[in-house]
């Protein structure tokens, strides 16, 4: 079953360009690195965060559809989401 939905990723990630980002806003300062425009649902978003938060040594969460982590690790997560097929844009500040 990991294997279907792996390689379902892959095809779908090919036309989708996901986006990573930063935001200090409402947050006190503290800034938060943005995940969004996934083609996952919530459980792939939940087992992605995870995965993304053990790699990373730091906490998150998921809200409205995208994954939320604590910090600015936007170098690091586009690394770790390339090679995982997607194809990946900073946006923001």
Same mark, same amino acid.
């Given at each position: 079953?990991?294997?279907?939905?792996?390689?379902?990723?892959?095809?779908?990630?090919? &036309?989708?360009?996901?986006?990573?980002?930063?935001?200090? $806003?409402? #947050?006190? +300062?503290? =800034?938060? %690195?943005?995940?969004?425009?996934?083609?996952?649902?919530? &459980?792939?978003?939940?087992?992605?965060?995870?995965?993304? $938060?053990? #790699?990373? +040594?730091? =906490?998150? %969460?998921?809200?409205?559809?995208?994954?939320?982590?604590?910090?600015?690790?936007?170098?690091?997560?586009?690394?770790?989401?390339?090679?995982? +097929?997607?194809?990946?844009?900073?946006?923001?500040?």
């Amino acid at each position: 079953m990991t294997r279907e939905i792996s390689q379902t990723k892959k095809e779908v990630s090919k &036309n989708v360009t996901v986006r990573v980002g930063r935001e200090t $806003k409402g #947050r006190r +300062g503290k =800034g938060v %690195t943005t995940i969004s425009d996934l083609p996952l649902d919530e &459980n792939g978003l939940a087992e992605l965060a995870a995965k993304l $938060k053990q #790699r990373l +040594g730091t =906490g998150g %969460t998921i809200k409205n559809g995208r994954i939320e982590i604590q910090g600015d690790h936007r170098d690091r997560i586009v690394t770790e989401l390339e090679e995982m +097929g997607y194809r990946v844009k900073l946006s923001g500040g």
